[in-house]
Nanobody, 126 residues
Framework: QVQLVESGGGLVQAGASLRLSCAASGRTFSNYAMGWFRQAPGKEREFVAAINWSGGNTYYAYSVKGRFTISRDNAKNTVYLQMNSLKPEDTAVYYC???????????????????WGQGIQVTVSS
């Protein structure tokens, strides 16, 4: 079992920055890949970013590439999502997810992940 808890969301204006954190517990954190997804009202959950076990490889959705950065601190069992130049269309509930079966696989589909956090709201006003 893996427990994931997101923090750091909130309401910001367009152009601002936010950093989301996701604290993991229950299994050896450095043994699995992590991802971030988001879901806007009335839309399907979509991929945002993924990172492998070491943090040496990352993968981003086209819509956030160059603005968002995923990173991890295995000593703190935490994965981060630094979000810069936020836009109103980034408004969504953000979820972190763990892929405990593959430490190096940078999945971009919800089925690639077997544990999920409860989600945290990010609202960007124009």
């Amino acid at each position: 079992q893996v427990q994931l808890v997101e923090s750091g969301g909130g309401l910001v204006q367009a152009g601002a920055s936010l950093r989301l954190s996701c604290a993991a517990s229950g299994r050896t954190f450095s043994n699995y890949a992590m991802g971030w997804f988001r879901q806007a009202p009335g839309k399907e959950r979509e991929f945002v970013a993924a990172i492998n076990w070491s943090g040496g490889n990352t993968y981003y959705a086209y819509s956030v590439k160059g603005r968002f950065t995923i990173s991890r601190d295995n000593a703190k069992n935490t994965v981060y999502l630094q979000m810069n130049s936020l836009k109103p269309e980034d408004t969504a509930v953000y979820y972190c997810a763990a892929n405990t079966h593959h430490s190096d696989y940078l999945g971009d589909h919800i089925d690639d992940y077997d544990y999920w956090g409860q989600g945290i709201q990010v609202t960007v006003s124009s």
